[in-house]
């Protein structure tokens, strides 16, 4: 056989061979997804700013910390020679940390990625499908946190989602009648993500009295650096009375630390022991770890950090009711804007100016409190847009 004539039998042969292999995909069907994956609605992050000619770009789509972290955190990850070695198991380190500062027992902090990842660890320890087909179920307010029905329903369980009230607070009143016996967790988010109000207290305290103790109910607080108001919610308390009341922080907002994924929850041992089970190893990286400590070591920074975007908060929001807008107290790095049908259009008018914006379809934007500039240019636009309507 000529060469041509053996390259040319390869070539056949070859041809051949994928056509057989797409036969069998074809007669396999495609590979799907079980059918709770399928109908997961999907996670919409932050999109990025579109440039316009003259205009300084500013992201206030996420609600990122503008200001970053403090300088010791650079500096303590800077120093970190052990990337080739794993991490702490369960960010021990840090969680000694965090039992100092907080006065809590280490044993009562479990780690994870971010105040999402710890959610998630609760979710999936206490929240499922069962055996005989039946489903539990978890309770949220809504419009709140956009990944809560999707953790839910990766973990198989039923997500119930209660509407907020026309300010933008949990209806609590609505939440209690929503419970079942199927119910196992109940999810608080203060102040709530998008909306704004932040739980008090006293209706709090009053709340947990007639939920049931089996219920486990979680105190969502990634915002709670930035409340001000009267009678505030002492989250730590009310976990140290209730066994059944699990608190989640993390170091991605008030810390500036987003991108390293930090965050855990807090709850007594009734709780944590089976958190534990669940918990990816290793969940903190070491930079992380290194970081949210060193974050920590210089809480009065931080803290002075805070105060300064609670005053550009509270200088948009002044400036904005000023202009006409009636919008949701806002306790948490963002304001709300309750536009309904016409969020389209004004998350639109926003990108011209350079300005990326949260938009929930019919419901309403989100918008972070940014650099100093990226206020501004954002009060000038609601000052013209009220009223071009």
């Not at 060193?294 to 400036?319: G, T």
Request: charged share 20%.
């Amino acid at each position: 056989m000529t060469k041509a004539a053996a390259a040319r039998a390869r070539a056949f042969k070859i041809i051949a061979s994928r056509i057989l292999t797409m036969t069998m995909f074809s007669r396999a069907g495609s590979i799907t997804p079980r059918e709770s994956v399928s109908l997961l609605p999907a996670y919409a992050a932050g999109k990025p700013p579109r440039a316009a000619e003259g205009l300084t770009p500013y992201k206030l789509s996420s609600n990122e910390n503008p200001l970053g972290p403090v300088p010791a955190v650079t500096q303590a990850m800077a120093a970190v020679d052990t990337l080739h070695r794993y991490p702490h198991p369960n960010a021990e380190n840090l969680r000694a940390g965090l039992a100092e500062v907080l006065e809590v027992p280490v044993e009562d902090i479990v780690a994870g990625t971010g105040s999402l990842g710890a959610l998630t660890q609760i979710i999936n320890a206490f929240a499922g499908s069962n055996s005989d087909g039946s489903q539990d179920e978890v309770i949220y307010a809504w419009r709140s946190f956009e990944a809560y029905p999707i953790v839910v329903r990766t973990a198989g369980a039923k997500d119930v989602a209660v509407p907020v009230a026309e300010d933008g607070r949990h209806d609590l009143e609505a939440m209690l009648a929503a419970i079942t016996a199927q119910t196992k967790v109940l999810l608080l988010c203060t102040p709530n993500n998008p909306t704004g109000p932040a739980l008090r207290h006293s209706e709090v305290e009053a709340f947990l009295a007639k939920v049931p103790g089996d219920v486990v109910v979680v105190i969502d607080e990634a915002y709670q650096e930035f409340v001000r108001t009267e009678d505030p919610l002492d989250a730590l308390a009310l976990y140290r009375r209730h066994p059944n009341v699990a608190v989640l922080r993390t170091f991605s907002k008030a810390h500036g630390l987003a991108a390293l994924r930090v965050g855990y929850s807090i709850a007594g041992p009734e709780i944590t022991r089976h958190l534990r089970v669940v918990a990816a190893p290793f969940g903190v990286s070491t930079l992380a770890e290194v970081a949210a400590l060193a974050s920590l070591e210089h809480l009065d920074q931080v803290m002075e950090r805070v105060d300064s975007l609670v005053a550009e908060r509270d200088r948009v929001a002044a400036a904005l009711a000023e202009a006409g807008w009636t919008i949701p107290e806002a306790q948490g790095n963002f304001v709300w804007l309750p536009l309904r049908e016409r969020t389209a259009e004004f998350t639109e008018a926003a990108g011209l100016q350079a300005l990326a914006v949260r938009g929930f379809p019919g419901e309403g934007v989100r918008v972070t409190i940014g650099e100093v500039e990226a206020n501004d240019r954002f009060i000038e636009l609601c000052r013209t847009y009220r009223f071009e309507a």
